[in-house]
């Protein structure tokens, strides 16, 4: 059968290299290495050890996943006619992606895969640096890295940082979450006579001249609060902590019922921040908002119904189901299409048909807005006119019969009230006709009257009087200075 051996160099000098790993590389004829830059190498040499390594196809390829594949592949290659022995730094099973993907594909070449023994990095590194990892700590591939894996309050590991240009992406990866200034470490060739550990702040990372194959990054956990800020487990922590016993009377008194006032009203400001333009305020604003969505999960998580957790699950399946054109295989050329398969796979999720189409729409929603949903919904059926004209003429006809109505006594005042609403739905059809969102458009004729008046204000101010001192053709005349100045 087709062998492969996987071999150890271990961590340092050839004194740590384990009998049987050094037993089997001085006796074999020919061995391959990933990379010939360990300490161990040239030691072995002295011995007689003979090798071909890899290190010619790291200049071959611009993505290390492309140069792991040809290691896998030629190696492969070798043992359909010999035993192949094969060596790499550290124990084969950390940080060896060449190895996963011979474990991976071998089997299927009808390969046997042995894992020999060596001494791993991460040991030698513990010890160098004296960090216990019973504290919690994470390895992490620089090649790869993203910020959203890192877990700051641990002990982070980075390795593979080969070359200046993985040293710089890593260093722009860890400024995400971590202060320019944060002192971190760079350890080269750990537990050898080569060692060298370098602490420097984390802007001066790419800067150094001396990391090779042998360098990895240790980034000690942080303890400052202020950074811990950044991340969500302190965030969720900062809410439970509001609701325990001894947090804040206010928060523990809340209930989903006494929240609701305030989650409308924060996503309202975020609405405001994004017509504003005001990146600072969204900033803020949507942190309040994530405020109602924490206590509302920590109220659940406090009654043992749900957690913060159940609610990122579903929403994460819920998008993984509902984009299959980007999770799947199902194709979409244009929002269209998203937005028709949205709707199909919405309607197989809810299973049973509701009682009205309608029933969808929420009754908490400002009226404008529901007005607005609830025409969308029935016009997806065909109930809706097919140009704008005949709408426009529903918009006169309610206009007509809500004068009507405005001559009569108490009684029509009533009816009068009823035929507004009418109007104010007709013209609500108009815009969904035209694309005009109602609600957006009252709200921009809203900021502009504030806007005008507050203009009025200003003058009336500057003219020593009082409004009551002005008639309405003398404020009207303010207002149409306002409109001219684009007010």
Same mark, same amino acid.
């Given at each position: 059968?087709?062998?492969?051996?996987?071999?150890?160099?271990?961590?340092?000098?050839?004194?740590?290299?384990?009998?049987?790993?050094?037993?089997?590389?001085?006796?074999? =004829?020919?061995?391959?290495?990933?990379?010939?830059?360990?300490?161990?190498?040239?030691?072995?040499?002295?011995?007689?050890?003979?090798?071909?390594? $890899?290190?010619?196809?790291?200049?071959?390829?611009?993505?290390?996943? =492309?140069?792991?594949?040809?290691?896998?592949?030629?190696?492969?290659?070798?043992?359909?006619?010999?035993?192949?022995?094969?060596? &790499?730094?550290?124990?084969?099973? &950390?940080?060896?992606?060449?190895?996963?993907?011979?474990?991976?594909?071998?089997?299927?070449?009808?390969?046997?895969?042995?894992?020999?023994?060596?001494?791993?990095?991460?040991?030698?590194?513990?010890? +160098?640096?004296?960090?216990?990892?019973?504290?919690? $700590?994470?390895?992490?591939?620089?090649?790869?890295?993203?910020?959203?894996?890192?877990?700051?309050? %641990?002990?982070?590991?980075?390795?593979?940082?080969?070359?200046?240009?993985?040293?710089?992406?890593?260093?722009?990866?860890?400024?995400?979450?971590?202060?320019?200034?944060?002192?971190?470490?760079?350890?080269?060739?750990?537990?050898?006579? %080569?060692?060298?550990? =370098?602490?420097?702040?984390?802007?001066?990372?790419?800067?150094? &001249?001396?990391?090779?194959?042998?360098?990895?990054?240790?980034?000690?956990?942080?303890?400052?609060?202020?950074?811990?800020?950044?991340?969500?487990?302190?965030?969720?922590?900062?809410?439970?902590?509001?609701?325990?016993?001894?947090?804040?009377?206010?928060?523990?008194?809340?209930?989903?019922?006494?929240?609701?006032?305030?989650?409308?009203?924060?996503?309202?400001?975020?609405?405001?921040?994004?017509?504003?333009?005001?990146?600072?305020?969204?900033?803020?604003?949507?942190?309040?908002?994530?405020?109602?969505?924490?206590?509302?999960?920590?109220?659940?998580?406090?009654?043992?119904?749900?957690?913060?957790?159940?609610?990122?699950?579903?929403?994460?399946?819920?998008?993984?189901?509902?984009?299959?054109? &980007?999770?799947?295989?199902?194709?979409?050329?244009?929002?269209?299409?998203?937005?028709?398969?949205?709707?199909?796979?919405?309607?197989?999720?809810?299973?049973?048909?509701?009682? +009205?189409?309608?029933?969808?729409?929420?009754?908490?929603?400002?009226?404008?807005?529901?007005?607005?949903?609830? %025409?969308?919904?029935?016009?997806?059926?065909?109930?809706?006119?097919?140009?704008?004209?005949?709408?426009?003429?529903?918009?006169?006809?309610?206009?007509?019969?809500?004068?009507?109505?405005?001559?009569?006594?108490?009684?029509?005042?009533?009816?009068?009230?009823?035929?507004?609403?009418?109007?104010?739905?007709?013209?609500?059809?108009?815009?969904?006709?035209?694309?005009?969102?109602?609600?957006?458009?009252?709200?921009?004729?809203?900021?502009?009257?504030?806007?005008?008046?507050?203009?009025? =204000?200003?003058?009336?101010?500057?003219?020593?009087?009082?409004?009551?001192?002005?008639?309405?053709?003398?404020?009207?005349?303010?207002?149409?200075?306002?409109?001219?100045?684009?007010?």
């Amino acid at each position: 059968m087709k062998k492969i051996e996987i071999l150890g160099l271990g961590a340092g000098d050839l004194e740590q290299l384990p009998l049987g790993v050094y037993k089997k590389l001085i006796q074999s =004829e020919h061995v391959y290495l990933r990379t010939k830059e360990h300490p161990v190498v040239t030691e072995l040499v002295k011995e007689g050890f003979t090798y071909t390594s $890899f290190d010619s196809i790291y200049e071959k390829h611009d993505q290390f996943e =492309e140069v792991y594949q040809e290691i896998t592949a030629t190696l492969l290659n070798l043992a359909k006619t010999n035993t192949v022995i094969y060596a &790499v730094p550290g124990h084969p099973l &950390v940080a060896e992606r060449a190895v996963q993907l011979l474990l991976e594909q071998g089997p299927k070449e009808g390969a046997e895969i042995i894992i020999g023994g060596g001494q791993s990095f991460i040991d030698a590194l513990f010890q +160098s640096l004296k960090i216990d990892p019973i504290d919690g $700590f994470q390895l992490l591939d620089g090649t790869a890295l993203s910020s959203n894996q890192l877990q700051v309050e %641990q002990h982070m590991i980075i390795s593979q940082v080969y070359d200046q240009f993985v040293a710089s992406n890593v260093k722009l990866t860890l400024m995400e979450r971590l202060p320019d200034e944060y002192e971190v470490f760079i350890v080269t060739a750990a537990g050898s006579r %080569q060692e060298k550990i =370098e602490k420097l702040p984390l802007y001066e990372l790419d800067r150094n &001249v001396g990391i090779n194959n042998l360098t990895s990054v240790y980034v000690p956990p942080v303890q400052d609060e202020e950074i811990l800020f950044k991340t969500f487990a302190k965030f969720r922590g900062i809410i439970a902590e509001l609701r325990g016993p001894n947090g804040c009377p206010w928060d523990k008194e809340q209930t989903h019922e006494s929240l609701k006032k305030y989650l409308i009203e924060e996503s309202y400001e975020v609405i405001e921040a994004i017509d504003e333009g005001d990146l600072d305020h969204l900033i803020e604003e949507l942190g309040d908002v994530l405020l109602q969505v924490l206590l509302h999960a920590q109220i659940g998580e406090d009654e043992g119904y749900f957690s913060i957790d159940d609610v990122i699950e579903g929403i994460s399946a819920k998008m993984v189901r509902r984009h299959p054109h &980007v999770f799947g295989s199902v194709k979409a050329e244009n929002s269209q299409e998203v937005l028709q398969n949205w709707q199909e796979i919405k309607k197989q999720e809810k299973g049973e048909q509701p009682e +009205s189409l309608l029933s969808g729409v929420s009754k908490s929603v400002p009226n404008l807005i529901r007005a607005y949903e609830l %025409q969308k919904k029935a016009a997806k059926v065909g109930f809706d006119w097919q140009e704008i004209t005949p709408a426009l003429e529903k918009v006169k006809e309610e206009l007509q019969e809500f004068e009507n109505e405005l001559n009569g006594g108490e009684e029509q005042l009533e009816l009068a009230k009823k035929e507004f609403g009418d109007l104010l739905f007709a013209f609500v059809n108009v815009a969904r006709f035209l694309d005009i969102h109602p609600e957006e458009a009252l709200f921009e004729t809203n900021e502009k009257f504030i806007r005008r008046f507050q203009y009025i =204000e200003e003058k009336v101010k500057e003219s020593g009087k009082t409004f009551e001192e002005y008639n309405l053709d003398e404020l009207d005349r303010f207002w149409d200075e306002a409109k001219a100045k684009g007010l």
